[in-house]
């Protein structure tokens, strides 16, 4: 019981009361608004075809609330080019109970570029996601109990979550009117996400600042690294129509190369932003041989998600999200379904709560268990980052999580316990929210 007493330590020396507004930072209440997202005049150089701002562009080709965008960087680069970066470094010690939890000291990190230039009337956008995860975090993943997806060295990995491939993104995206109100898009990828699931988690507001992954992800975002992906779609200022060819294969374990390219899969997602504070989407995916072991099974995904942002002040911002996922194998009966609901409420300069419930139906073999039962299980976190310091756009701040877990009590042999425990306590470096530009 080491990580409690070295969690609760953690939470005792992180005061929830803020000390003293922070330095007065730019102003960005011009752009809490929706569609003044230029006002703050330091994005002015591509254009927001019908008045889709860089602040909604989530993972791949999604949409997240205007309101509670990720925080990001701009700069103006020569010869028209504007470019946008975010990105998210821990350092974290995560302990993960009973007999099948790990422990493990390890980095989660990703960063993201998006330069954009105008073309032909619309916009084109150069966007590249990179994490080196694999080294961080070892090739075989941290440990995350009741966790499944991808394999190693043969071996389904099971009670962790695989690292992610240095190329997360590496696409190209274009997007134009083509009368007042409708636009269309196309995107294209070696490496990226196809028009499938909700944004992947580590690009949704209302789970940036958890450094895992949630239990749920197969059922839901996980396609959000596929290698090869061509999608086209019809927009307007509120409402997105988009459909994909992709590889429906999982990434390999080698996450420094590209694996082989296939279109081999399709799907089709509806996106609509009604207000700043909103965004709903439903959509299908059909996967062909996801998993190298299992080359003869195909898949079929359904999900639907709902995204909710808004400011709080000044520096903070509130966002959560409601995300159904449920998977057909085409070897099984039934449908296996999933729930997440997710909350972060970045409460002030200094202090941040998330939290994280999920609910998911899975197999003995998604598991590692003998027998063919299906088994709910579940997760409910809780955690909090006080930030320490800031540096430049960046802010470093620590945090803690725990979790608790819920099995059957058929796994009860295997996890030592109705509800095993884990445990995570961090560092973590992103840039903070801020309406201000380059030059400031
Ligand atoms: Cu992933």
Same mark, same amino acid.
Do not use: W
């Given at each position: 019981m080491k990580f409690r007493s070295i969690t609760i330590a953690l939470v005792?020396?992180?005061?929830?009361?803020?000390?003293? @507004?922070? %330095?007065? *930072? *730019? !102003?960005?209440?011009?752009k809490d608004m929706p569609g003044m997202g230029d006002m703050s005049g330091? %994005? &002015? *150089?591509?254009? !927001? @075809?019908?008045?889709?701002s860089m602040d909604r562009m989530g993972s791949g080709t999604t949409w997240v609330p205007d309101a509670a965008p990720i925080p990001s960087l701009y700069f103006h680069a020569p010869k028209g080019w504007d470019v946008t970066g975010h990105?998210?470094?821990?350092?974290?010690?995560?302990? #993960?109970?009973? @007999?099948r939890g790990d422990s493990q000291v390890g980095s989660l990190n990703w960063m993201m570029l998006m330069a954009s230039h105008a073309l032909a009337g619309g916009r084109v956008q150069a966007r590249t996601m990179l994490s080196l995860d694999a080294l961080t975090v070892t090739p075989k993943g941290y440990p995350l109990l009741l966790q499944s997806g991808e394999a190693y060295d043969g071996q389904p990995l099971h009670d962790r979550q695989h690292p992610h491939d240095f190329f997360m993104e590496l696409s190209a995206l274009y997007e134009r009117p083509i009368t007042s109100s409708l636009g269309v898009?196309?995107?294209?990828? @070696?490496?990226g996400e196809p028009a499938l699931g909700p944004v992947a988690f580590m690009h949704r507001p209302s789970a940036m600042d958890n450094p895992a992954a949630p239990i749920t992800h197969h059922w839901q975002d996980a396609t959000h690294i596929s290698f090869g992906v061509l999608s086209a779609g019809l927009f307007t200022h509120t409402f997105k129509l988009e459909g994909s060819v992709f590889n429906g294969r999982e990434p390999d374990q080698h996450r420094w190369n590209f694996d082989p390219i296939r279109l081999d899969s399709y799907s089709g997602r509806a996106t609509y932003n009604p207000s700043a504070n909103w965004s709903f989407t439903g959509g299908y995916g059909f996967l062909k041989s996801p998993e190298a072991l299992n080359p003869g099974e195909s898949m079929h995904r359904v999900t639907a998600s709902a995204l909710y942002g808004r400011a709080i002040g000044e520096q903070g911002q509130w966002s959560s999200a409601l995300i159904w996922g449920a998977n057909t194998h085409?070897?099984?009966?039934?449908?296996?379904?999933?729930?997440?609901?997710?909350?972060?409420?970045?409460? !002030?300069? %200094?202090?941040?709560?998330f939290t994280r419930a999920e609910w998911v139906q899975k197999s003995g073999e998604d598991l590692s268990v003998a027998g063919d039962a299906t088994y709910d299980v579940g997760a409910a976190?809780?955690?909090?980052?006080?930030?320490?310091? %800031?540096?430049?756009?960046?802010?470093?701040?620590?945090?803690?999580?725990?979790?608790?877990? &819920?099995?059957? #009590?058929?796994?009860?042999?295997?996890?030592?316990?109705?509800?095993?425990?884990?445990? &995570?306590?961090?560092?973590r470096v992103r840039p903070f929210r801020s309406g201000a530009g380059m030059g400031q």
């Open positions: 005792a020396l992180v005061p929830l009361a803020p000390i003293r @507004p922070a %330095r007065a *930072q *730019q !102003d960005t209440s011009m330091m %994005r &002015m *150089q591509a254009p !927001d @075809p019908l008045g889709v990105g998210f470094a821990f350092l974290q010690y995560d302990h #993960q109970g009973g @007999p898009m196309l995107y294209a990828a @070696p490496s085409s070897t099984q009966p039934g449908m296996s379904h999933s729930l997440l609901g997710e909350s972060e409420a970045v409460l !002030d300069a %200094r202090n941040t709560v976190s809780l955690g909090v980052i006080r930030e320490l310091a %800031r540096f430049g756009k960046g802010t470093l701040g620590i945090g803690a999580m725990g979790t608790v877990d &819920m099995v059957p #009590q058929a796994l009860v042999s295997a996890y030592g316990s109705r509800t095993p425990l884990g445990a &995570m306590v961090f560092l």
